[in-house]
């Protein structure tokens, strides 16, 4: 029987403290790569318009597209269900947990309640599907959600719609129950896995006045560039990686970055790593695919300030998939009471916005950065994580 529970905290077991380091072999944490993959300052609008211009759409080989992960059943899966108000969008991710184990989650997404977006989400404990076998599925929603933003916290309960189903290799299928005025309701749906999709600035160009940090190939950008080049992208190695310049003013930062797979780790020893703006504000690098909700020390999260938005339920992709962050620093002034603020858009989706730092975090930041450093630093936490395409671009 795979079963769904109420609550995700167990999935979390195992993550140790942002401080900690996690330096083991790749042969104790079973890390592996998927194949090769066969100034003028200006508004953030009018950078991402011509980086996007310069580039256009990501072409991508046959090889490219195929998963990163040889296995039938980690991926993303989406599919249609009927609702009254027409039909709606359902998708799942299911991550591997190693010696033949997943877990992962289902939504089931609202056609038109761009407030509300998840009509229903079911998390997935921990299965062991078996060849030949029919393997069950249930699903109960988390019992509620932390929604939090500048000004407050609060809670979000999702109505108890039970989802059944079963799966196999590459499908899931299923049912969604509903009782409504006395009356039950029952949706079928099939879901189906899916290459992911890439990020639409995936390979994003430099704009015109952008400083390039690291273009596949020159290091000169970096105080120490002790990380060795696979490839043409920087892999995490001993220490952090710390920028030369040291901008003052407000800046849009384009990065592309891949977790390695790391199906026996747990937490925060799952493909980490982070983007440290100011070199004190971490952004969280991490493999958080197959996860909600998401915490603020999970990919995209601002670490101690704000997580990704629920809406977007998990923006992230498959480890072994190259990502995108296209971060957005606008600076404060202690003159004008105006704390720094973070915009986050991870794979095109904006996960974060204009989330303020705290008074108490403006000095120091959110922990394990380098105060006084440049204005980027990229965090060794012992993870093989790797990235490339680094630019920056001030902005007005």
């Avoid at 190693?98 to 939504?107: K, P």
């Avoid at 006045?209 to 992208?233: S, Y």
């Avoid at 957005?328 to 004008?336: I, L, P, Q, Y």
């Avoid at 730092?357 to 936490?381: K, R, S, W």
Wanted: charged fraction near 20%; include cysteine.
């Amino acid at each position: 029987m795979i079963s769904i529970s109420q609550r995700a905290v167990s999935r979390r077991q195992g993550s140790c403290p942002e401080a900690a380091r996690f330096h083991a072999s790749a042969a104790e944490i079973g890390v592996a790569w998927p194949p090769k993959f066969r100034h003028k300052p200006r508004s953030m609008k009018a950078v991402l318009t011509s980086a996007l211009s310069v580039f256009g759409a990501v072409a991508l080989t046959a090889a490219e597209a195929q998963f990163a992960i040889d296995d039938p059943y980690v991926g993303y899966y989406e599919g249609t269900f009927a609702t009254r108000e027409g039909e709606a969008r359902v998708e799942a991710q299911i991550r591997s947990l190693g010696s033949g184990a997943y877990d992962g989650f289902i939504a089931f997404l609202s056609p038109n309640n761009p407030e509300k977006p998840i009509m229903n989400i079911g998390v997935i404990e921990e299965f062991r599907p078996v060849a030949g076998e029919t393997n069950w599925l249930n699903a109960l929603q988390p019992e509620s959600l932390t929604v939090k933003t500048d000004d407050q916290t609060t809670k979000l309960t999702f109505p108890n719609f039970p989802v059944t189903g079963q799966v196999s290799p590459g499908l899931i299928k299923g049912k969604l129950a509903a009782e409504l005025f006395g009356q039950r309701f029952t949706n079928a749906f099939d879901l189906v896995r899916k290459a992911p999709k890439p990020s639409p600035t995936l390979g994003a160009k430099p704009p015109k006045g952008a400083t390039v940090i690291f273009d596949n190939r020159d290091r000169d950008q970096w105080k120490e560039a002790k990380w060795p080049t696979v490839n043409g992208a920087l892999q995490v190695g001993q220490g952090n990686l710390t920028t030369k310049l040291a901008l003052t003013n407000s800046y849009l930062l384009h990065l592309e970055f891949r977790t390695p797979h790391m199906p026996e780790a747990r937490g925060q020893a799952r493909g980490n790593s982070g983007v440290y703006l100011r070199s004190v504000f971490e952004v969280q690098v991490l493999d958080s695919f197959g996860l909600f909700p998401l915490a603020d020390n999970d990919c995209g999260g601002v670490y101690q300030v704000r997580p990704p938005d629920w809406r977007e339920v998990n923006a992230s992709l498959p480890p072994g998939e190259w990502q995108t962050y296209d971060i957005t620093f606008r600076e404060g002034s202690m003159e004008d009471n105006r704390m720094p603020e973070i915009t986050v858009v991870h794979n095109g989706r904006t996960v974060v916005n204009r989330a303020k730092i705290p008074p108490a975090l403006v000095v120091n930041g959110t922990g394990g950065g380098e105060v006084g450093g440049g204005f980027l630093m990229l965090q060794d936490h012992g993870n093989p994580v790797q990235y490339r395409n680094i630019w920056v671009q001030p902005l007005e």
